[in-house]
């Protein structure tokens, strides 16, 4: 019993560890990508590692005060809470002790934390960059709450773990919901605040925003937090939509299934993440109510067709995956 | 223990207890506290002592104290303790007409949770409602004339439902209205008025006109107002609809996929008036205004699930009710305690008072971790039962309208934290002192039953699992740390372990290397460094959004009613333009009303 | 704002090589744009020379940053901004005087409002000498400071601590005050 448990927190450790340690390589890759497509040649992908051991080894840090060391605990630890309750390449993790709507308000954790530490500067920037966040969050979840509703009432569960099982005897979210998957990776770019909603962040205009005042440490750990919060969105879209790269049931095939679901898992994740880098590397800005204003347009429309579609299947036509 | 014991205790003792604090000048207060704390005792020694007790004079009342009403009084009481605790320092003027109004308004309040008959429902919700009515009054009479005008409001809607009861049964008592006597389509009159009656307290659009103003009295009061006697509205509209009439009854006017088509549209309603409360109180800049709209969207979710009636939604209203009880309680306390210290209304004018006052703000910020729904706090679980509650019956309108409301909570609780605790702290709060220790007292009771329900959720379920079978409902599937819908569910255990294990890694990994602080001055502007000039960015703080929302928000039901008030004005004042004082043309009218009478008597033989 | 808020003595042992190694890869870059020498930037910074190969970045804000490039002349009033930035960026810190300007004054050699040496207000660790010097021998500098950092030469912010109260002098003997 309890050595089984301690296994079980291993896995789950050792999952987190290799999610932020993807994530990461993830950055990197999109240096290099975003560098090939302006026709540069770009850092090495390992890059992103080299910036973290650099500023998590910086001689001075300093801080405004106590509340400004919330942002990198509540970031670190929300995000890779979040991380553990998301099923990976087919592997559970907590997904079984909580569902969606869990998930949704505990991705909602490492924002706030992050929010208030940059609130706690007395720079302007940070406040004006939070508010961009947040409008941005209200913008994104309109079109995304929406898409969740459509998987939940098609599929009829809010457990991640049952979708994946569902998905894989019936049919896969992309399939089954094409208009919602659109929907979702619409959203999912304002989500990961990609180009051309990297509002909050934007470094030309209020000097990168909730970040202004934070260095060192301070910033090494909300690297990693983005590293993990990458990986994170990534595998939120691949887990609802491309089935979590289960390929194999791991009920027949043992542990060859899991390493092969997780490799599925890395091919998908990295095909979502390259869509948003490239998107990423040309587009210009959104203003914040340019943003907000086409996220409560066109991807909401879209997703409200999705949820019809999921709405018709499901209780008109009696679809029960 | 008997009726009169029953009596004794929650009504007559807190009687006493206004009474005697009315000359208790500055220590009001405090005597106020003794004889809630007295009451309080009691309902920890009755818990499951629970009995029904008929009194006859003339009439039947029935006084009752079963597991709803001790569920409800512990909130109320819980709530009224720590406003009154609050109250202590706060140097009120005049502290013993408030502490013996406070006072009347809890023993109201017993009233209408004890009562299982109309009349005596009708009294005590009558000295509460008036009670408020002078504790608004007390601050502005303008703000007290506009609940007056709703309170008397719900007073007709009660009193027709309660009318209409009576007309076919001839009793007052809760259990005869269930004697079937009364045809279906009487109950949906009854219903709906009983509903639109105590929905005015839970503050429901198009019915919450009076909330922002009655919430910007004085801050112990409203903590209890917003906390404590608005959920009487929440009890009122689950007795009427689950006790009084029953699901049968909801049932008889047809289903739609398993919920009363009498209750839908109150749950759409409830789920519209959490948008637009919260959509409302995003742009408030007067924090006793901000909460006082986010008061009416958190008790739209409350809406929401007395209208779906499920044992999941209802048991989610309950806990959402509970949750609500504490944490906006604890947010009025708080806007209290930094108002009392600064004498500020307005967030813009305020910015970090976290650093002079850092237990207020964590006391705070737990609160609007419950009130945002962050797992940390037991807010989040209530919600999740609304969410999936709404979600495993597909309603594809609720369910949207309620998560998007909560995304716009983060929106306005970042407001206050930003606006008040963090941010620059200005020149001239740099002396301001933490809030004295009664109100930080107060404030730290109302966060335990936050903190230890979100660990244990098992204890809460099941009292209201206990409340819902009590009234003839299906239980609700929970365990000791985990809770169940038919569509997921989530282990609060787990949940804990695993933040708390994680939170070590990111601690370990922190405080590996040491930090300096620096002055908040020290910012990057550019080089430049205003060293004097606290740069606090919480003005007109979500401009763009505003900008966005005009079209939207120049609608507005606060004004329909002014619009509609001043037609009748003028209506009026036009008909006294027919009192000429000319005695010919009071003649003449009366020529024209006898030619009138004449052609209609003519017309009708 | 005049007191060392840092102790002026380093202890050796804490300088690690593996952390110059990280520093010298990850330069993060703030350019303080004083003068005609921004125009270099872009070139460096775009598909032609491209610094990102070198993990050199722009940065927003000195907080984040390591290295910061004084590109032209330094006006008396643009200084106090250039020390501030300096004294805000977090150690180790590296700075690059770009231009002749910083060096000696350059074509302002004679003006009233122009800084000459920017060394003694605070510590330069490299000199890209020229006017303007082009694209590829500012890619050389970083070259150079990269091998410097390796070897532990670049070590201005040692110096700025140690030798805090003459520095902390030269630049009040210009400022008169330092909060305004």
């Not at chain 1, 750990?221 to 990534?234: C, D």
């Not at chain 3, 005609?36 to 032609?48: I, K, N, Q």
Request: proline share 4%.
């Amino acid at each position: 019993m309890i050595v089984d448990w301690l296994i079980q927190a291993g896995l789950v450790a050792l999952y987190l560890f290799l999610a932020v340690v993807i994530g990461l390589l993830f950055m990197g890759i999109a240096r290099k990508v975003t560098a090939r497509v302006q026709n540069r040649v770009g850092p090495p992908v390992y890059q992103n590692f080299l910036d973290v051991g650099k500023l998590l080894a910086k001689k001075t840090n300093i801080k405004h005060n106590w509340i400004f060391d919330f942002a990198p605990l509540f970031a670190l630890a929300g995000v890779l809470l979040a991380l553990a309750y998301l099923p990976m390449g087919g592997y559970k993790m907590l997904s079984g002790e909580g569902d969606l709507i869990l998930l949704l308000y505990i991705m909602a954790i490492p924002a706030l934390g992050f929010a208030l530490g940059a609130g706690a500067s007395a720079n302007p920037n940070a406040g004006v960059g939070v508010m961009r966040a947040l409008m941005l969050m209200l913008s994104y979840e309109m079109p995304f709450l929406l898409v969740l509703l459509a998987l939940m009432i098609f599929y009829n569960t809010a457990s991640l773990s049952t979708l994946l099982e569902k998905q894989m005897s019936f049919a896969w979210g992309i399939v089954a919901l094409p208009i919602s998957a659109l929907a979702a990776d619409l959203a999912l770019q304002g989500m990961m605040m990609e180009k051309p909603f990297d509002i909050p962040i934007a470094p030309h205009e209020i000097a990168s925003g909730p970040l202004v005042e934070f260095g060192g440490k301070y910033l090494g750990m909300l690297m990693l937090y983005s590293a993990g919060s990458i990986v994170l969105e990534t595998t939120l879209f691949v887990d609802l939509f491309l089935g979590g790269g289960v390929v194999l049931n791991p009920a027949h095939y043992g542990i060859i299934a899991y390493v092969v679901n997780y490799l599925v898992w890395f091919v998908f994740i990295f095909i979502v993440w390259m869509i948003a880098v490239l998107i990423n590397a040309v587009f210009p800005r959104f203003r914040i109510e340019q943003a907000f204003k086409f996220y409560w347009k066109w991807p909401t429309v879209i997703a409200i067709l999705g949820l019809i579609q999921a709405y018709i299947m499901s209780v008109f036509m009696g679809v029960v995956p | 223990m008997d009726a009169l014991t029953l009596f004794g205790i929650f009504i007559l003792l807190p009687l006493v207890g206004a009474l005697l604090s009315y000359f208790g000048r500055k220590y009001a207060p405090i005597i106020a506290l003794i004889f809630v704390a007295i009451t309080g005792i009691f309902l920890y020694v009755w818990y499951g002592n629970f009995g029904s007790y008929t009194v006859d004079i003339g009439v039947k009342l029935n006084l009752t104290f079963d597991i709803t009403t001790w569920f409800f009084m512990l909130m109320i009481n819980t709530v009224i303790f720590s406003s009154l605790l609050f109250a202590v320092s706060a140097d009120l003027k005049n502290a013993g007409g408030f502490s013996t109004l406070m006072l009347l308004g809890f023993t109201g309040a017993n009233g209408v949770l004890l009562s299982r008959d109309f009349l005596s429902l009708y009294l005590f919700w009558e000295l509460m409602s008036w009670s408020v009515y002078v504790l608004i009054l007390r601050t502005s009479g303008e703000y007290a004339r506009r609940y007056l005008l709703f309170g008397v409001l719900s007073a007709y809607f009660i009193i027709m439902g309660i009318g209409i009861i009576y007309y076919y049964t001839g009793s007052f008592l809760y259990e005869d209205a269930l004697s079937g006597v009364i045809p279906y389509y009487a109950w949906a009159w009854i219903l709906v008025f009983l509903i639109l009656g105590f929905g005015v307290k839970m503050a429901i659009i198009p019915l919450h006109v009076w909330a922002p103003y009655a919430y910007s009295s004085e801050q112990p009061f409203v903590s209890f107002l917003s906390g404590g006697l608005s959920k009487l509205g929440t009890f009122g509209i689950y007795m009427s609809m689950y006790s009084i009439a029953g699901v049968g009854i909801l049932d008889s006017f047809g289903t739609f996929r398993g919920v009363s088509l009498l209750g839908y549209p109150f749950a759409l309603l409830g789920a519209i008036t959490a948008f637009v409360g919260t959509i409302l109180a995003i742009f408030q800049d007067d924090i006793r205004k901000l909460l006082a709209y986010s008061s009416i969207g958190q008790l739209g979710y409350v809406m929401v699930g007395l209208g779906l009636g499920t044992s999941l939604a209802l048991g989610g209203a309950l806990f959402h009710a509970f949750n609500h009880a504490f944490f906006k309680s604890l947010l009025f306390l708080g806007a209290g305690a930094v108002i009392y210290r600064t004498g500020k209304y307005k967030i813009s004018e305020m910015g970090g008072l976290g650093y002079r006052m850092p237990f207020t703000f964590l006391f705070v910020l737990f609160a609007i971790f419950g009130l945002a729904g962050i797992p940390l706090t037991s807010g989040f679980i209530s919600k999740w039962m609304l969410y999936e509650a709404a979600i495993e019956k597909k309603f594809v309108i609720i369910a949207p309208l309620m998560l998007i409301a909560s995304v716009g909570a983060f929106l306005y609780s970042y407001r206050i934290l930003y606006g008040i605790f963090l941010g620059g702290l200005k020149e001239e709060h740099k002396k301001v002192k933490e809030a004295p220790a009664p109100m930080l007292a107060a404030m730290f009771i109302l966060m335990l039953p936050l903190l230890i329900f979100s660990i244990v959720p098992g204890w809460i379920l099941g009292w209201i699992n206990d409340v819902l079978t009590n009234t003839g409902l299906k239980p609700i599937d929970y365990t000791q740390f985990t809770y169940y819908s038919s569509i997921g569910g989530a282990n609060m255990a787990t949940f804990w372990i695993a933040f708390m294990v994680l939170f070590f890694v990111a601690v370990a990994i922190f405080i590996m290397k040491r930090a300096r602080v620096v002055n908040q001055y020290d910012n990057y502007f550019a080089g430049e460094a205003p060293s004097s000039v606290a740069l606090h960015a919480a003005h007109n703080y979500y401009k763009p959004l505003k900008d966005t929302w005009a079209p939207m928000l120049k609608y507005s039901v606060d004004r329909a009613y002014e619009k509609f008030s001043k037609f009748f004005v003028d209506g009026f004042y036009e008909i006294k333009k027919i009192y000429t004082g000319n005695p010919q043309d009071y003649a003449a009218y009366l020529g024209i009303a006898f030619l009138i009478f004449l052609i209609i008597g003519w017309w009708l033989l | 704002m005049n007191e060392n808020p840092l102790p002026s003595v380093i202890p050796d042992k804490e300088w690690k090589k593996i952390q110059r190694m990280l520093s010298k890869r990850s330069l993060w870059m703030i350019h303080f744009c004083t003068g005609c020498g921004a125009m270099e930037m872009p070139p460096v910074m775009t598909s032609r020379y491209d610094m990102e190969r070198f993990g050199i970045i722009p940065m927003a804000t000195p907080r984040q940053a390591d290295l910061m490039l004084v590109t032209g002349y330094v006006a008396t009033k643009t200084l106090k901004r250039i020390v501030r930035v300096y004294e805000q960026m977090q150690d180790p810190k590296y700075v690059i005087a770009f231009g002749s300007c910083p060096i000696n004054g350059g074509i302002y050699w004679d003006s009233y409002n122009i800084i000459k040496r920017l060394d003694k207000y605070i510590p330069v660790d490299l000199y890209i000498a020229g006017c303007m010097p082009r694209p590829e021998a500012v890619m050389d500098a970083f070259l150079k400071l990269m091998k410097d950092i390796d070897e532990g030469k670049a070590n201005g912010w040692m110096r700025y601590r140690k030798y805090y109260d003459q520095y902390k002098r030269n630049q009040m003997r210009i400022f008169k005050r330092w909060d305004e």
